[in-house]
């Protein structure tokens, strides 16, 4: 069984939880970006994607490393690992409830034609 660390989960979560913070991660997962280029490519202030590249660092899924006045970020260490399994096992509760409604509604059809065969 896996054992969930929930602060981690809820950082990582919150982290994947906006549409900017996911494309950056896309972004970061085709090239080493600065914040700068970041903020361009995602027509933001630097101010707001360094606020972003930090949520995602919080997270473990960016580092930054800064060189002279350039901040470079990267993915980060994080494989979000324990992130998929969690999600794995909620799809696999729901994947189990709906073969279960189909088997109820094949049930209805089933007892619907034989009803329908004795009225007729």
Same mark, same amino acid.
């Given at each position: 069984?896996?054992?969930?660390?929930?602060?981690?989960?809820?950082?990582?979560?919150?982290?994947?939880?906006?549409?900017?913070?996911?494309?950056?991660?896309?972004?970061?997962?085709?090239?080493?970006?600065?914040?700068?280029?970041?903020?361009?490519?995602?027509?933001?202030?630097?101010?707001?994607?360094?606020?972003?590249?930090?949520?995602?660092?919080?997270?473990?899924?960016?580092?930054?490393?800064?060189?002279?006045?350039?901040?470079?970020?990267?993915?980060?260490?994080?494989?979000?690992?324990?992130? =998929?399994?969690?999600?794995?096992?909620?799809?696999?509760?729901?994947? =189990?409830?709906?073969?279960?409604?189909?088997?109820?509604?094949?049930?209805?059809?089933?007892?619907?034609?034989?009803?329908?065969?004795?009225?007729?």
């Amino acid at each position: 069984m896996v054992q969930y660390q929930p602060a981690r989960i809820d950082t990582s979560f919150n982290a994947l939880s906006d549409a900017t913070r996911r494309g950056v991660l896309e972004q970061l997962g085709r090239s080493d970006a600065s914040v700068s280029e970041l903020a361009r490519r995602f027509h933001m202030t630097l101010t707001g994607m360094k606020k972003h590249v930090s949520v995602l660092e919080e997270a473990g899924l960016v580092t930054t490393e800064k060189v002279g006045r350039i901040r470079t970020c990267r993915l980060g260490w994080r494989r979000l690992e324990e992130e =998929a399994a969690w999600i794995e096992r909620y799809r696999q509760l729901w994947a =189990a409830r709906f073969d279960a409604l189909d088997k109820v509604v094949e049930d209805l059809k089933r007892k619907g034609e034989l009803d329908g065969k004795r009225k007729g």
